[in-house]
């Protein structure tokens, strides 16, 4: 007699707060603005974040181990709510301009949310599913929110390739149901090494098709082609959002499932360490070529989808703690370049490089605020993005991936130059016509902007204040099983 599964709401507090401000913004947008639903939205976002504490080193789980609240989960959880957080603050001084200001966008963005906290908590390959599905639905729909045409191809393309992906993942989680006779990860992991050659076989193919199917939704090439159309085209606090709470879920649902479940797989290292190796070639020569900002943004944030994946090939201990940290600084970092342009475009296609000549002398703080990120993506130091491709770059190289690590360190020493070329425009002396740029209600997207700015400079000359939490070799024994 089969016994139902146990169910304590207790693991899914911090999804149950989102939750609860995704519904409001559904439910009360009848009757109160856009602006007092996006703050009520950050307060239930500011809960989530400290509802986690409640629940570390607890590890506790719930419908018999489908949805786990383990210390793994807890941290990534923090990471998205940290950009959640931003995106908010961010939307409340710009969603009006971008002709976003209306209850649903925020509906969207805290169902998004939700799937995005249900990816970091799933206990196996369904609950997965079903929190990247939220994820992307709720993607495609604010991508294309805005209603202009540039927002409708971007949404459209984001949806027909998405599909294509999600349809490919699907395929690989039914092969490696047949080859495991589990969706379970810690009992696909325990089968995973003990497989007839048959059964090996199809387990290999599976991999190999969630791999294509995770490359899509993290901007891996040759994968990557939707997202410099769908950031430059859908409306600058979209991308914020997609650049890094999306992309943060999707790391965390491959940490799950390469780091955990598949961890002892064969086939996935090798074919990920070439769509690796494609990416920075391919994310960084792009770049150097961009001559709008906010295209030049984009492919960083394809180039840095290959420096983040580096860590999936390290031991699931040094690459887990590597991924969970850069993952932070990546977030904060990116959510403060794209605010500054969000708060100083004029229209939503962005700025050309050209236009930022000059900006010292008329934003001082937000000029610093943007060097300093810019400087931080670039890998230097004392800014954190420096020890974060330390840590990535460490833990492929200590599991045998050398040449990759070189080619990792020669491709940033490239991205120099698209990062520096902005930040010193920013400090010439501009000749021209005084330039224009947009003025509107900046104090949140200020707060968002210091948010990020400290952030990386402190995790840069104090990188155990994060690092001391994800570097618990125990937290990722427990993911893998073992």
Not at 121 to 138: A, Q, R, T, Y
Not at 243 to 272: E, I, N, Q, Y
Not at 291 to 311: D, E, I, Q
Not at 379 to 386: D, I, R
Request: hydrophobic share 55%; glycine share 10%; proline share 4%.
């Amino acid at each position: 007699m089969l016994q139902p599964p146990e169910v304590s709401l207790t693991p899914l507090l911090p999804i149950l707060i989102v939750l609860a401000g995704a519904v409001s913004s559904t439910l009360l947008g009848f009757w109160v603005s856009r602006r007092t639903l996006t703050f009520i939205n950050l307060a239930a976002t500011v809960l989530a974040a400290l509802s986690l504490s409640t629940l570390w080193n607890r590890g506790v789980s719930s419908f018999g181990g489908s949805l786990q609240a383990d210390n793994a989960a807890l941290l990534l959880a923090f990471v998205i709510l940290t950009g959640t957080l931003m995106t908010l603050l961010v939307t409340l001084d710009t969603a009006w301009r971008a002709r976003v200001s209306f209850p649903e966008f925020d509906a969207m963005l805290m169902y998004a949310v939700t799937g995005c906290l249900l990816i970091a908590f799933s206990g196996d390959l369904i609950v997965m599913l079903i929190g990247l599905e939220i994820m992307s639905l709720s993607g495609y729909v604010l991508a294309t929110l805005q209603g202009s045409r540039r927002a409708e191809e971007s949404g459209l393309k984001y949806f027909l390739l998405g599909a294509a992906g999600s349809a490919v993942l699907i395929y690989g989680i039914a092969f490696v149901y047949g080859a495991t006779g589990s969706l379970n990860y810690a009992a696909i992991a325990a089968k995973a090494s003990v497989l007839t050659p048959e059964n090996t076989g199809i387990l290999v193919g599976g991999a190999l098709l969630m791999l294509c199917g995770f490359a899509f939704k993290v901007a891996l090439a040759p994968f990557h082609q939707w997202t410099p159309d769908v950031y430059g085209g859908a409306p600058t606090s979209v991308s914020l959002f997609l650049s890094t709470v999306v992309k943060v879920a999707a790391f965390a649902g491959m940490l799950r499932v390469f780091g955990g479940a598949l961890a002892d797989a064969p086939g996935w290292h090798s074919v990920l360490q070439v769509l690796i190796a494609a990416t920075l070639i391919i994310g960084n020569l792009a770049a150097l070529r961009q001559m709008n900002f906010k295209r030049m943004l984009a492919y960083s944030a394809v180039a840095h989808t290959g420096f983040l994946a580096m860590a999936l090939l390290g031991t699931p201990q040094a690459g887990g703690a590597a991924l969970t940290y850069y993952l932070l600084v990546y977030t904060l970092m990116t959510a403060a370049a794209l605010a500054i342009l969000a708060a100083l475009q004029r229209g939503e296609e962005g700025m050309t490089i050209s236009d930022l000549r000059g900006l010292y002398y008329r934003h001082p703080a937000y000029t610093v605020a943007l060097a300093v990120c810019l400087a931080s993506l670039a890998g230097l130091p004392p800014f954190a993005g420096f020890f974060g491709k330390y840590l990535v770059f460490q833990a492929a190289f200590q599991n045998g991936y050398e040449w990759l690590s070189v080619l990792a360190a020669l491709t940033s020493v490239a991205a120099l130059v698209y990062y520096l070329r902005p930040a010193m425009l920013m400090f010439m002396p501009d000749r021209t016509p005084a330039r224009e740029y947009a003025h509107g209600q900046r104090t949140p997207t200020t707060l968002a902007v210091t948010l990020g700015v400290v952030g990386v400079t402190a995790l840069g000359l104090l990188p155990n204040i994060w690092y001391s939490w994800v570097a618990n070799p125990a937290i990722w024994t427990l993911l893998v099983g073992r």
